[in-house]
């Protein structure tokens, strides 16, 4: 018997999932030319002092990372008990508010402390609007084409956040930050158009109780599957330790003299390398040891990272985010499928949500991690500083979490229901 091909675009010829992909796009192009504009706009205000500045960009993680952190389990609740595209749709017009007050805001030339409000007003919004994201598109596509649609998700999701920082750099550049806040609210009006348009192909679930029980079952399902955790705590130390996009404006500004422009190529580096890597990963035959895989990968992200550190020619400074956007993709692939693949869809709101807590506070804390270790060290020295530290975590991973090493084949994973059953009958043939 013939053996049958994988379709890469499978996933693709479902029109609801290329409705989601598509406002998606806008919504990270959004997000991305935001950062762009606000860390560029609060160090030029603040660059005559380097110090100040590197802390100030730090705050920007901190201001985010605290309201994500408070409303992450309520809005992954809210994903799995009310319509997650209604959520969508409506934290969708709270971020093109966010924008228009930022519009308003940078034509007064307002003190840097109002930017910092309404960042931490927008992060409200991810913290409900991105476990619904997460919760929505598997109800999208057949359960047997997640793995295609995690990889697709990544390929669109990092092809536009290197669009958004390029875009952003050169707005900024040629025409200021208050015109980028402006077309931010034109992309979060289309995001918003074409999240009306997706229609789930699942039936709907039951809601669950508004009980404290229901609220922390998330965190519940995430440490009692160990593979999941293991996954989720390599990722955050990672990224926490290992991240230096925060320090972007500084390293483009005053050590590789690039400017705001070269600025917007940077953080988009990162971005070309993860849609490389995606494009081919999608072509490839599945690894069948994803495991190892990955570990090796956030390895390479350490590695590239401290090239970053060390670097003073703008060219191969783009050559080592690029490489560290890889390195990051084959991660953000594992992850993310062995999540969707073990949660089961009345839970995925909230697992969602801890992945949130994990994955996206682990960048906004990164920055903050960031902007002190450079007060203290310098930029060159914080960076360096968080490469040694990925590596490190990669090392010590390896011992704590050997359920990383034994994985294998993503389309294989059995649901965690399933797994565990398997691991009580064994239990019990042992006993007997």
């Keep these: 018997m013939p053996v049958t091909k994988p379709d890469p675009y499978a996933v693709l010829r479902y029109p609801s999932y290329r409705y989601f992909v598509a406002g998606r796009s806008f919504f990270t192009l959004a997000m991305q030319m935001q950062t762009v504009a ?102 999208l596509v057949p359960r047997e084409l997640l793995p295609n649609a995690m990889t697709w998700n990544s390929t669109i999701f990092q092809f536009t956040a290197m669009l958004g920082p390029a875009i952003g750099g050169l707005i900024v550049a040629q025409f200021g930050a208050a015109t980028s806040y402006l077309i931010n609210i034109t992309f979060a009006g289309l995001a918003f158009l074409t999240f009306s348009l997706t229609v789930p192909v699942t039936a709907k679930v039951d809601k669950p109780p508004v009980t404290w029980n229901s609220l922390v079952s998330g965190v519940r399902f995430v440490f009692g599957t160990r593979l999941l955790l293991a996954l989720f705590c390599l990722d955050l130390f990672a990224v926490l330790l290992g991240g230096a996009t925060a320090l972007l404006p500084i390293f483009s500004s005053d050590i590789l003299k690039a400017g705001p422009q070269g600025y917007g190529l940077l953080r988009a580096a990162p971005s070309v390398g993860a849609v490389l890597m995606a494009l081919l990963t999608a072509h490839l035959p599945p690894w069948k040891k994803a495991g190892r895989v990955m570990l090796w990968a956030v390895a390479g992200y350490g590695l590239a990272t401290l090239v970053f ?71 060159v020295g914080s960076v360096v500083f968080g490469a040694l530290g990925t590596l490190a975590v990669v090392a010590g991973s390896v011992f704590v979490f050997p359920q990383i090493g034994k994985l294998g084949r993503l389309h294989e994973i059995k649901p965690a229901e399933l797994a565990r059953a398997t691991e009580e009958e064994l239990e019990e043939k042992a006993a007997a």
Excluded at 85 to 97: C, E, G, K, P
Excluded at 341 to 369: A, H, K, Y
Aim: hydrophobic share 50%.
């Design 38 to 139: 606000v860390s560029w706009e609060i160090y030029q205000r603040l660059r005559m002092n380097p110090r100040d500045a590197a802390l100030a960009l730090g705050f920007i993680g901190l201001v985010q990372v605290l309201p994500m952190m408070l409303f992450a389990l309520p809005g992954g609740q809210a994903a799995d008990r009310f319509d997650r595209r209604t959520i969508i749709r409506s934290t969708q017009l709270l971020f093109a508010a966010c924008a228009a007050a930022l519009l308003f805001l940078s034509h007064l030339h307002a003190p840097v402390g109002y930017y910092y409000l309404v960042l931490s007003i927008a992060a409200i919004g991810r913290a409900f609007s991105v476990p619904s994201i997460s919760a929505f598109f598997p109800t």
């Design 309 to 379: 550190g060390f670097s003073k020619i703008f060219w191969l400074s783009m050559l080592a985010l690029g490489l560290t956007g890889m390195f990051d993709n084959i991660s953000v692939v594992v992850r993310q499928t062995v999540m969707q693949m073990l949660t089961p869809d009345q839970m995925r709101g909230r697992v969602s949500s801890i992945t949130f807590l994990f994955i996206s506070c682990s960048n906004e804390l990164g920055e903050l991690e960031s902007g002190l270790t450079a007060r203290w060290m310098g930029p």
